[in-house]
T-cell receptor, first 116, second 109 residues
Framework: GAVVSQHPSWVICKSGTSVKIECRSL??????MFWYRQFPKQSLMLMAT?????????EQGVEKDKFLINHASLTLSTLTVTSAHPEDSSFYIC????????????FGSGTQLSVL | QKEVEQDPGPLSVPEGAIVSLNCTYSNSAFQYFMWYRQYSRKGPELLMY????GNKEDGRFTAQVDKSSKYISLFIRDSQPSDSATYLCAMRGFQKLVFGTGTRLLVSP
C-alpha cells in the first residue's frame, strides 16, 4: 500500500507552547488529508478534512483556531496545536488519499502528544 | 444510534483458531467497506477493502459484506499471536469515512 509518513512519533511539551505535526504522502499525491484524534481504547475521531490549496473543514466541536491545519502541497499537511494544554494530550493520526469515490485511505503512524 | 456498531471486546482466542470480527451499520448509503488493523500506539493499517456485497479473500483474511443485512465481517484463519491488535471496521459512501470503535483481539500462544 501507499506510504504516509507522520512526524514526530511522540512529543512532550510544556503547557502554553505550540506543537507542529507533519504528515507526508511519500509515493503518491494526496488531494485530501484527514486529521484524527484517538483517546485510549477509543476509535478515531475525525477532527478536520484538509484539501490541498484550500482551507480545512473542521468537524463540529473542533476549535479551528486551536488546531491549525495547512495543506500547502499535494504531499504535505501540517497540524499545529496552538497554546497546548494537558487536555490536548492525545494520539493524533493523519490519513491521506485522493478522494475519488473509490479511493483508499492510508494512515500515518501517529503522534503521541503529552502536554505537561 | 451510532452509524457503525462494533463490539469492543476483548476477544481472546488460542493460536490457530478461526477469528470472526463483525460490524453492523445503519446507513444504507455506505458502499465501501474496509478493515484496518491497529497495533498499540501505531496508525491503522489497511487490511481489506471491499465494494458492495460479497466475499474477498487475501491470504488468511476474508472480508464479507452483506448489504441487505447491513453487516460486515472479517475472518482470520489460523490466527497467530502477531494478529493480536485492535481491528477497526470502516465504511463510507461518498463522504467521510466512519469507523467502528474497534475490537481488541488477543491470540494466545
Amino acid at each position: 500500500g501507499a506510504v504516509v509518513s507522520q512526524h514526530p512519533s511522540w512529543v512532550i511539551c510544556k503547557s502554553g507552547t505550540s506543537v507542529k505535526i507533519e504528515c507526508r504522502s511519500l509515493d503518491f499525491q494526496a488531494t485530501t488529508m484527514f486529521w484524527y484524534r484517538q483517546f485510549p481504547k477509543q476509535s478515531l475521531m475525525l477532527m478536520a478534512t484538509s484539501n490541498e490549496g484550500s482551507k480545512a473543514t473542521y468537524e463540529q466541536g473542533v476549535e479551528k483556531d486551536k488546531f491549525l491545519i495547512n495543506h500547502a502541497s499535494l504531499t504535505l499537511s501540517t497540524l499545529t496545536v496552538t497554546s497546548a494544554h494537558p487536555e490536548d494530550s492525545s494520539f493524533y493520526i493523519c490519513s491521506a488519499g485522493n478522494m475519488g469515490a473509490n479511493e483508499k485511505l492510508f494512515f500515518g503512524s501517529g503522534t503521541q502528544l503529552s502536554v505537561l | 444510534q451510532k452509524e457503525v456498531e462494533q463490539d469492543p471486546g476483548p476477544l481472546s482466542v488460542p493460536e490457530g483458531a478461526i477469528v470472526s470480527l463483525n460490524c453492523t451499520y445503519s446507513n444504507s448509503a455506505f458502499q465501501y467497506f474496509m478493515w484496518y488493523r491497529q497495533y498499540s500506539r501505531k496508525g491503522p493499517e489497511l487490511l481489506m477493502y471491499t465494494y458492495s456485497s460479497g466475499n474477498k479473500e487475501d491470504g488468511r483474511f476474508t472480508a464479507q459484506v452483506d448489504k441487505s443485512s447491513k453487516y460486515i465481517s472479517l475472518f482470520i484463519r489460523d490466527s497467530q499471536p502477531s494478529d493480536s491488535a485492535t481491528y477497526l471496521c470502516a465504511m463510507r459512501g461518498f463522504q467521510k469515512l466512519v469507523f467502528g470503535t474497534g475490537t481488541r483481539l488477543l491470540v494466545s500462544p
